[in-house]
């Protein structure tokens, strides 16, 4: 059976892009993979979360997981930080991931720009640390949106360097996956870019979100004067608004509001409306699951434990190998 690794950074809620971004294919893929999903508490480190936000952080990504439907007894659900063996394999892995390279990913670039006064060198190495994750199960198959593409370009370095570094073959390649034929790019209410945690209030909708906030977020996405020429190409504004219907509205809904938009009948009001009961339908029964199980800390507990357990047995292969071929022997 092939390995899967993903991950969702514990820096708040999840969102409508980390759902059909990834989440998704979480839940397809535990049938027929030995699946990991963690919660990338380390990652989150690079914006400084303070002490008191980061456990109940942990716990709304881990419950929510749960709520949209990761079986624990499929799946390995851990907490990255309960696995310090991702940290030593992320130290070694550090030797060869050079600053050149490192300072050419994109994400680093948009951190810089994004937090300049917090530059740290755990931003720099970010894509060595998930490239940890990655290795330490010897994952294939990576489970994320598009926005992680060069990430995993960047794992595959990592693994094939150290794997010709020390003539062995312990690290396979590992691509991201999608079951779709592309990775996906869920865009944000706000006009243009992606649903992000991090991007401008408004942006994105939150599983766990009420109808009265889905209504309020979606009544004032950004929209224009609308079509005036038959077919005209829609702007990313309206694209994106497109976009998010095609994901949680029925085909029917879409074409016909697809329609009303190529003929210039189009009503964005009414079009907001629409989409924001087909989101609140999609996402009810899960915020529903998300309250249920926010309280039940038996459960949660449990859960963090045995994910642990069975990450740490097969993390604690990989590292035995790979202090093996680097020659740390025990006397
Ligand atoms: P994070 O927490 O930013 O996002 C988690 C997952 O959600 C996907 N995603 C999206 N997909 C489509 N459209 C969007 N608007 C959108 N926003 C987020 C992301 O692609 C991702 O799959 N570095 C990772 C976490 C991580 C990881 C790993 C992932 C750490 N180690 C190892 C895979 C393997 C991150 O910050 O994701």
Same mark, same amino acid.
């Given at each position: 059976m092939e390995t899967v690794v993903s991950g969702i950074r514990s820096t708040g809620m999840l969102h409508l892009g980390n759902y059909f971004g990834a989440v998704k294919n979480f839940i397809k893929m535990q049938h027929d993979?030995?699946?990991?999903?963690?919660?990338?508490?380390?990652?989150?480190l690079t914006t400084?979360?303070?002490?008191?936000?980061?456990?109940?952080?942990?716990?709304?990504?881990l419950v929510e997981y749960l709520a949209c439907g990761i079986d624990p007894g499929k799946s390995t659900i851990y907490i990255q930080s309960d696995l310090p063996e991702t940290a030593e394999l992320y130290l070694l892995l550090n030797m060869n991931a050079y600053t050149g390279e490192l300072e050419r990913s994109v994400t680093f670039k948009e951190k810089v720009k994004a937090q300049p006064d917090n530059v740290n060198a755990g931003l720099l190495t970010y894509p060595v640390l998930m490239a940890a994750d990655i290795l330490i199960h010897r994952a294939v198959k990576v489970p994320v949106g598009k926005d992680q593409q060069q990430h995993l370009e960047m794992a595959r370095t990592f693994a094939n360097r150290f794997n010709r570094m020390y003539k062995i073959e312990l690290f396979p390649e590992s691509f991201a996956f999608n079951f779709g034929t592309d990775l996906v790019k869920v865009p944000g209410l706000d006009g243009s870019g992606k649903m992000g945690k991090s991007e401008g209030e408004g942006n994105?909708?939150?599983? @766990?979100?009420?109808?009265?906030?889905?209504? /309020?977020?979606?009544?004032? !996405?950004?929209?224009?004067?609308g079509p005036t020429q038959p077919n005209q190409k829609k702007p990313e504004a309206i694209e994106n608004i497109f976009s998010i219907m095609k994901l949680v509205s029925p085909d029917q809904t879409f074409r016909h509001f697809d329609?009303?938009?190529n003929n210039c009948t189009i009503r964005y009001g009414d079009m907001k409306?629409?989409?924001?009961?087909?989101?609140?339908a999609f996402t009810a029964p899960l915020r529903e699951k998300i309250l249920e199980l926010s309280s039940d800390e038996k459960y949660i507990h449990r859960v963090a434990t045995e994910g642990? @357990?069975?990450?740490r047995e097969s993390a604690r /292969?990989?590292?035995?190998? !790979?202090?093996?071929?680097?020659?740390?022997?025990?006397?």
């Open positions: 993979y030995n699946c990991f999903f963690f919660i990338a508490d380390y990652h989150s400084h979360p303070a002490s008191a936000d980061l456990h109940a952080n942990v716990k709304q990504v994105a909708i939150f599983l @766990a979100d009420s109808p009265d906030v889905i209504r /309020k977020k979606v009544m004032r !996405a950004v929209t224009d004067a329609d009303t938009y409306k629409q989409l924001a009961e087909d989101i609140i642990a @357990a069975k990450a /292969k990989t590292m035995s190998e !790979a202090r093996k071929a680097i020659g740390f022997l025990s006397f």
